[in-house]
Nanobody
Framework: QVRMVESGGGLVQAGGSLRLSCTAS????????MGWFRQAPGKEREFVAT????????VYADSVKGRVTISGDNGKNMVYLQMNSLKPEDTAVYYC?????????????????WGQGTQVTVSS
């Protein structure tokens, strides 16, 4: 059974930093990419960042570009999200996801496995 677990969320003041981690386990196949999404109360889940293992290619949402860095270790099935200069509007539950298909990775439909999420709260 595939299991993905996020950690590292918490409460931080505006301008602060957090590093989220995600560990995936329970699968023997190779994933094509991993990504991070977030969902704020009353809003739809939105794309944050993705990393494609081949070439370590990364893509970011415009709202976080320059403040967030996604990285990972395919061999260890881990992905990280370093978030700096956090803003109150970054407050959301952050989810990591893994995808096995050769797709762009900006849509939640591009991913096959999801974690339960970790809460990030940024106070003003």
């Amino acid at each position: 059974q595939v299991r993905m677990v996020e950690s590292g969320g918490g409460l931080v003041q505006a301008g602060g930093s957090l590093r989220l981690s995600c560990t995936a386990s329970g699968y023997t196949f190779s994933t094509y990419r991993m990504g991070w999404f977030r969902q704020a109360p009353g809003k739809e889940r939105e794309f944050v960042a993705t990393i494609r293992w081949t070439g370590a290619s990364t893509v970011y949402a415009d709202s976080v570009k320059g403040r967030v860095t996604i990285s990972g270790d395919n061999g260890k099935n881990m992905v990280y999200l370093q978030m700096n200069s956090l803003k109150p509007e970054d407050t959301a539950v952050y989810y990591c996801a893994a995808g096995t298909r050769v797709v762009a990775g900006r849509s939640s439909l591009d991913y096959d496995y999801w974690g339960q999420g970790t809460q990030v709260t940024v106070s003003s």
